[in-house]
């Protein structure tokens, strides 16, 4: 079946869906945003990791998303294949000169030529949690597009009843514009298109770059909900002075962990102070990410890290590899 005709019957879908309630509850329990699906168990970004975190009881379900070579936003976690994908097999002759393999140059019929799985060190080539999924394996898993996450999403909330919302980010869409095309028009247009244009709508859409979520805003006027997503490298973003800055444009933050807190020799969490500035400017503070399988330093189990999250520190929302896990801390809780 062509990619057309598929589009079409998305299309067809998602406006029988229209009626259907598509705003994730936002009360007073924090939000569990599954960190690329429920990739502590399946290999990240696939539908099928996807699927398994709306099952696990995420509130928003995330997608990186980049564009190939013909305009279609697709949902991996880097603007390169190399890490998640077979693409040194299928195409191995399409490297540029740096030896990486750009989703870019590809168009969306090649990217499905190509089969996932588990995220590899690049410099080993071995998984890079050895926990995980198989890395090698005959499980047919492909990258999706992100009309086709959109629709499947739909489809379960229409089906279960439940309003699971969604969380894209832009990749590097200063790299895009060097390479000749705007990836946020593109994706604001796709997301209008299945009902996601206003602020109440159930979707954030998140980006590491400022000056990006700004023209988001500004220039094309989105009036979604926009996270300012903060690395540690991104220092001033954190400074009083940053956050003024962030709040002109964003709705929230999404800081790594550890600019939230640390913990100390015997286990005891240390708070910066972030959400407090944060909820005072009027932002929310989604940070990331909880991993089991990869704890912070000193903490003593993904529930400890998770109680330090949300007792302690007052998280809004985390982003977790473990949407399972994280959702019954937080039912024991209540």
């Not at 629709?151 to 089906?159: K, P």
């Given at each position: ?54 099952a ?149 859409v ?6 990006y ?8 006027g ?32 999404g800081?790594s ?22 909820h ?16 912070p ?38």
């Amino acid at each position: 079946m062509s990619y057309k005709i598929v589009r079409a019957a998305c299309t067809l879908l998602a406006a029988l869906m229209m009626s259907v309630p598509v705003h994730a509850q936002e009360g007073a329990r924090p939000m569990i945003i599954a960190h690329r699906g429920a990739s502590g168990y399946l290999p990240e970004h696939t539908l099928e990791a996807k699927a398994m975190a709306y099952a696990m009881g995420a509130d928003y379900i995330e997608q990186d998303v980049v564009l190939t070579r013909d305009d279609v936003p697709i949902v991996v976690h880097d603007i390169i294949l190399d890490t998640v994908t077979n693409v040194t097999e299928v195409f191995p002759d399409r490297a540029r000169p740096d030896g990486h393999f750009y989703a870019i140059d590809f168009t969306l019929a090649e990217i499905k030529r190509l089969k996932v799985h588990e995220r590899i060190d690049p410099q080993t080539g071995q998984p890079a949690f050895p926990e995980r999924f198989l890395l090698e394996t005959v499980v047919d898993f492909r990258i999706p597009t992100l009309e086709e996450e959109i629709v499947m999403i739909l489809g379960l909330n229409r089906s279960t009843g439940r309003a699971v919302g969604i969380y894209p980010e832009l990749k590097e869409p200063a790299f895009h514009q060097r390479e000749g095309k705007d990836i946020g028009p593109i994706v604001l247009e796709l997301l209008a298109r299945y009902g996601y244009a206003r602020r109440e709508d159930s979707v954030f859409v998140q980006c590491f770059d400022p000056d990006y979520l700004r023209y988001l805003r500004e220039t094309l006027g989105t009036d979604l909900k926009l996270i300012q997503l903060i690395s540690s490298s991104q220092a001033t973003l954190v400074t009083p002075q940053g956050l003024d800055v962030v709040a002109e444009y964003a709705d929230g933050i999404g800081p790594s962990l550890g600019l939230v807190l640390s913990f100390d020799g015997q286990g005891q969490p240390h708070y910066t102070g972030l959400i407090e500035q944060a909820h005072a400017r009027g932002l929310v503070v989604h940070a990331y990410t909880a991993r089991a399988d990869a704890l912070p330093a000193n903490a003593q189990s993904f529930e400890h890290l998770l109680e330090a999250v949300f007792g302690g520190a007052g998280l809004d929302a985390v982003f977790t590899d473990h949407p399972d896990r994280a959702a019954a801390f937080l039912r024991a809780r209540e």
